[in-house]
């Protein structure tokens, strides 16, 4: 049941009208859709902006309450949350976190990656250098709990959800993976469910009835919230998920690609015990890069190398055998199953020309699906059959941000900046497209008309110019 509280600051208005909120990493259910009142067409520097405020560097995501706005960044060797008047984009508070460590990742991560996740009133994030830190709207520190050291060798990228009360996390890396929840109230632990058979993935998990569905390498699982029981799983994953899932009706849609998960690039190696028999020359129980043949070795010794000690052991050479026999592919898997749900619970899967970061887009009936290039996919969600395929005319770029969409537009925005504005449909049309000037890695949010957008160095607001207040 909704508090009190709660519910009189979901009745915020904003601007006369009672304001939509965007809480957590793609908005509503994780859908990356809100409807409402008409997008503006055209979004830029100098078109249709209602304010815009200088922030510090990160690619973390805007989440949106009744009043505030909520990001994550670091400046100078800090870790920071800061929160801006909805309205007026005035930075109201900024607060540092506990600590900061710096931790090893890919030149693309940043050390404000993950997403806030808020209940309308309180605000949780999730740093790796640190772990996880709650504030209230005005800033004040609720509870911390820090976590790790991580071992993941690209860098931690998930975000924290929320299913009630609970606070979930997922920490998916190398050595020691799993997923915690915490109570929301009070920061502490509930329950933990450990992970042993994955390594680093940067998924955020999605949340459904009483499940949590997280993608993780190789394989979907889903968990009870309430216990951290395992419900079921999905094999067939690729090694390295990042993009998120969608819902509909029942039915969960999936996309995931890491390099050398294309069907021409698998490679079925030996077991681990026939490898230490015909190639463990020191009899040291582990294989060196003198002892695995040269047409065997991994593209990156080091991501492989588990344990960072030089040598392959039982675990790495697992872990490295499924990655070169893991699979790309977008999919479909209806809910409501117990256990291995492979054989019985996926209704299709899709492999050619798939995103790597972004999430897919489900709206109006149509799946969308944008990568690398430009190269833009429409499927049927029902059978997984390609509608149409082209290119973006103007965004032939990389993607991170992942595609968001409300009253039958779709946006699209590429990392140097390049904004396309879609008609919604399976034959899709560019209705419009504009430069914002500056790299996004960030997903847009988007309630009742307005558009905020994070690029390198400021948070855009934008409505059309009838919404603009």
């Not at 609720?142 to 990228?157: I, Q, S």
């Not at 290039?373 to 082209?390: F, H, S, V, Y």
């Not at 039958?408 to 449909?425: F, K």
Request: charged share 25%; with cysteine; glycine share 10%.
């Amino acid at each position: 049941m909704i508090s009190a509280v709660k519910l009189v600051l979901t009745l915020v208005c904003v601007g006369g009208v009672f304001a939509a909120e965007w809480l957590r990493f793609r908005g509503p259910d994780g859908s990356g859709i809100a409807e409402g009142k008409a997008l503006p067409r055209e979004i830029g520097p100098e078109k249709n902006v209602v304010w815009k405020a200088a922030i510090p560097m990160g690619k973390s995501s805007p989440i949106v309450t009744a009043d505030r706005i909520f990001l994550t960044g670091h400046e100078n060797g800090k870790l920071l949350t800061f929160a801006l008047d909805r309205g007026t984009g005035r930075v109201l508070w900024r607060k540092e976190a506990p600590g900061h460590r710096d931790e090893k990742r890919h030149k693309l991560n940043d050390p404000a990656s993950p997403s806030p996740v808020s209940d309308g009133r309180n605000v949780f994030v999730f740093f790796a250098g640190f772990g996880l830190v709650s504030y209230d709207r005005d800033g004040n520190e609720r509870w911390r709990m820090p976590l790790g050291p991580f071992t993941n060798f690209h860098g931690m990228g998930a975000s924290p959800v929320l299913a009630g009360e609970k606070l979930l996390m997922i920490c998916d890396q190398d050595q020691e993976a799993f997923l915690i929840a915490v109570d929301a109230r009070t920061g502490k632990q509930l329950w933990r469910a450990e992970r042993p058979e994955m390594v680093h993935s940067f998924s955020t998990p999605m949340v459904y009835k009483n499940e949590l569905i997280v993608p993780g390498s190789y394989q979907m699982t889903s968990y009870d919230v309430n216990t951290g029981e395992l419900l079921w799983k999905v094999r067939g994953l690729t090694y390295q998920v990042k993009s998120v899932p969608v819902i509909e009706s029942g039915v969960l849609y999936f996309n995931g690609w890491a390099p050398g998960g294309e069907p021409s690039e698998r490679i079925e190696l030996p077991d681990f015990a026939t490898m230490l028999k015909q190639y463990d020359k020191d009899g040291d129980k582990k294989l060196s890069k003198a002892e695995v043949p040269q047409n065997w070795h991994p593209g990156n010794w080091d991501m492989q190398d588990l344990d960072k000690d030089g040598l392959l052991d039982g675990k790495d050479w697992q872990y490295y055998s499924m990655r070169r026999t893991s699979s790309n592919a977008a999919m479909a898997v209806k809910l409501g199953g117990r256990g291995d749900i492979t054989d019985t619970h996926v209704l299709w899967r899709y492999q050619k020309s798939l995103p790597d970061v972004p999430g897919v887009l489900l709206y109006r009936g149509v799946l969308y699906l944008i990568r690398n290039g430009g190269i833009l996919q429409t499927l049927d969600p029902k059978t997984g059959k390609l509608l149409k395929q082209g290119r973006l005319p103007a965004g032939p770029d990389e993607y991170y941000s992942s595609p968001v969409a409300g009253n039958g537009s779709i946006y699209l925005i590429s990392r140097n900046g390049t904004v396309s504005v879609l008609e919604a449909g399976a034959d899709w049309g560019v209705t419009n497209s504009s430069e914002l000037g500056e790299e996004v890695f960030a997903t847009p949010a988007i309630a009742d008309g307005h558009m905020w957008v994070r690029t390198a160095t400021t948070l855009y607001d934008f409505a059309a110019k009838a919404s603009a207040q």
